[in-house]
């Protein structure tokens, strides 16, 4: 199976973390020296894929110059004789045409979103990646997917999934767990959008990283309201479930939710302590704030 095409759903509203996400996209917030969606879009660009797909709405347009060239900026640091910043805006410039954008209009939930991307993805495997949640391992959680999803039967789906606390299962989607595949995959036997405290198929949460079948997109479109008023896309995942099987595949990594407010500072503190040329600066600041 081959994976060319993730579709990146932006059009949240990120009220989590307001009034941050006030005039700036959450996807734009920053974790040490890049944005949360330059993270996803390297991630994805290790594990194969071509096209990357931004569903965006109104407020996001820094996502799109985000991606673009910026001639200003190029030819001030050229004149200035900066070459290492100048590697650093190569370095993350995806090719010309590898990027679409299209508008979600009204935020109507993650479901939605990813069928907003119907046309542009056409009738091929594709995955989807949430911006605001990150996953720091090498390989990345996507490339660990894909690498895990040639084992599978054509016109499988496959979902990365991690334990989380009992207590906590009723804030995931959740998937119960049917016949092992290999050392870290699973039939997903069931699936359920925040299921009421102790009532949970098990520990295993559904994360933001998804290889659907195209098939999903007909049962999007006339997938109604679910929690929250929204356009579940675990709704729609659970009605494809009925005609082809879902995989859940353990990914190594620590994930973080960047959209919360306690995440995204985690996630700086455990980014930048990963990082070779901040970490022992860090560790000395962090020391004098909690007073060791
Ligand atoms: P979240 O629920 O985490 O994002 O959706 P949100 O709605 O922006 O955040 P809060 O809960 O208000 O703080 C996960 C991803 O799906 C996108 C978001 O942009 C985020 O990247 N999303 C969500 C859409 O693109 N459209 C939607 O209608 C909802």
């Not at 679409?100 to 990813?114: D, I, M, N």
């Not at 040639?150 to 995931?172: C, G, R």
């Amino acid at each position: 199976m081959k994976i060319r095409k993730a579709v990146f759903p932006v059009a949240g509203l990120g009220t989590r973390v307001l009034p941050a996400t006030k005039a700036m996209p959450k996807e734009m917030l920053t974790i040490v020296d890049k944005p949360l969606i330059q993270y996803v879009f390297d991630e994805a660009k290790e594990a194969g894929i071509e096209h990357f797909i931004f569903v965006t709405g109104r407020n996001k347009v820094a996502i799109e110059d985000h991606f673009d060239r910026m001639y200003e900026l190029d030819a001030t640091l050229e004149a200035r004789g900066k070459r290492a910043e100048l590697e650093i805006l190569a370095r993350d410039q995806p090719q010309a045409g590898a990027v679409s954008f299209t508008r979600q209009q009204a935020p109507l939930g993650l479901g939605h979103a990813v069928w907003c991307a119907r046309d542009i993805v056409g009738d091929e495997p594709f995955a989807v990646v949430l911006p605001d949640e990150l996953v720091l391992h090498s390989p990345g959680c996507l490339k660990q997917m894909v690498e895990a999803a040639q084992a599978l039967p054509d016109k499988s789906n496959l979902l990365a999934v991690q334990e989380v606390p009992a207590d906590q299962t009723h804030q995931y989607g959740i998937c119960g767990v049917g016949k092992r595949h290999g050392g870290s995959m699973f039939e997903v036997a069931g699936m359920v959008e925040k299921p009421a405290k102790g009532t949970a198929p098990s520990n295993f949460s559904i994360t933001g990283r998804y290889i659907l079948q195209p098939d999903i997109f007909r049962i999007l479109a006339t997938q109604p309201r679910g929690a929250g008023g929204e356009i579940q896309l675990t709704d729609a995942m659970i009605g494809l479930s009925a005609t082809q099987n879902f995989y859940g595949v353990e990914f190594a990594g620590e994930r973080h939710d960047c959209g919360s407010k306690s995440g995204f500072l985690r996630a700086n503190i455990a980014y930048a302590m990963a990082r070779p040329d901040l970490r022992d600066g860090l560790r000395e600041e962090m020391k004098k704030y909690l007073g060791t």
